[in-house]
């Protein structure tokens, strides 16, 4: 990992890592140039995309401060996020996933969380970018595993929101590039083994990209995210292998759940934050799926 660039003044800078988001990424990139902080730097690290996305990507230049496309020679997210890390001159790095959306005042509220807290990285709570209930379990679950995580002292982050302090991000040594889908987690445990400070911010939420979660369904996706999240004590010390693809290209058809119905989920939720503890939330998601496990491909 190369020395820290030169600083100038710019708060954050947003990387972003894509590949065939022509469709997605102008939705994001709208969201950053309405922010109602502006003091940041936008680098769109593109792997080598067959669709418009750096074209559509272009047309934002102007609406920045700062703002740079970079090609990546390898299509690989962490290599990807390490490569815009190096042009980051801000003094906080955001990671982003191109499919993300932001409410307009989400750099504001960070920019407040960090002079409250005084953390060196930290990631957020997400919520869902549809209405439905399914959705609403998944970032459910997302948000109860990263506490849970902390309560055990594993902690994790989802690799589509994670910010640090360039400084931080440099001490860690990057992104494992080999660490595949698992890179995020490892990213933030590797920070704290060198003495940095992580925290979740409740608030402000990320919009979350659901479109992964439509295409391989809900059930397998909340089963994933616990296999890569606590290992450990879900497969003992055998590690599972668990295939992670990029690309906007693979989400062009969605695919529903078959057989579970709106009011399956809607029941599931309702119970889930009835639930006052993690531990009984987890319970129930558990045992949910595992009386629904026909229906889940593992």
């Known amino acids: 990992m190369q020395d820290m660039p030169k600083k100038v003044n710019v708060f954050f800078s947003v990387v972003i890592p894509a590949l065939n988001e022509e469709k997605y990424l ?5 969201d950053l140039s309405s922010q109602t902080y502006s003091d940041f730097q936008v680098i769109v690290v593109d792997g080598n995309s067959e669709d418009k996305t750096v074209e559509e990507s272009s047309k934002f230049k102007s609406k920045f401060k700062k703002f740079t496309i970079l090609q990546s020679d390898r299509r690989n ?8 890390a190096k042009s980051a001159i801000g003094k906080w790095i955001i990671f ?10 989400f750099l504001d509220g960070i920019r407040y969380q960090i002079a409250k807290t005084k953390c060196d ?12 209930a399914g959705d609403k379990l998944v970032t459910q679950s997302i948000n109860a595993v990263l ?15 994670i910010g640090v302090t360039n400084e931080g991000f440099y001490k860690i040594g990057g992104f494992d590039t080999e660490f595949i889908p698992s ?6 445990r590797a920070a704290i083994k060198k003495g940095l400070e992580f925290l979740i911010f409740k608030e402000p939420r990320y919009i979350f990209s659901m479109r992964r979660y439509k295409k391989i369904g809900h059930l397998k996706t909340i089963k994933n995210y616990l296999d890569i999240n606590f290992q ?49 939330k987890v319970e129930i998601l558990l045992k949910f799926i595992k009386h629904n496990q026909s229906l889940i491909k593992i």
């Not at 102008?26 to 709208?30: G, Q």
């Not at 982003?96 to 005042?105: G, H, K, Q, T, V």
């Open 26 to 30: 102008p939705n994001l990139l709208v």
């Open 121 to 132: 990285i930290f990631t957020t709570y997400c919520e869902p970018d549809t209405n439905n």
């Open 96 to 105: 982003m996933d191109a499919d993300n959306r932001l409410p307009d005042y």
């Open 183 to 188: 890179e995020d987690k490892m990213f933030v």
């Open 77 to 84: 997210v962490s290599y990807q996020r390490n490569l815009g």
């Open 232 to 280: 450990d004590e879900i497969n003992g010390s055998k590690r599972k292998s668990l295939e992670y693809k990029m690309g906007g290209h693979l989400f062009n058809q969605d695919k529903k759940d078959k057989k579970l119905e709106t009011e399956d989920f809607k029941r599931l939720f309702k119970e889930i934050s009835n639930q006052k503890t993690f531990k009984g």
């Open 147 to 161: 506490e849970i995580a902390q309560f055990l002292e594993k902690p994790s982050a989802q690799g589509a929101m």
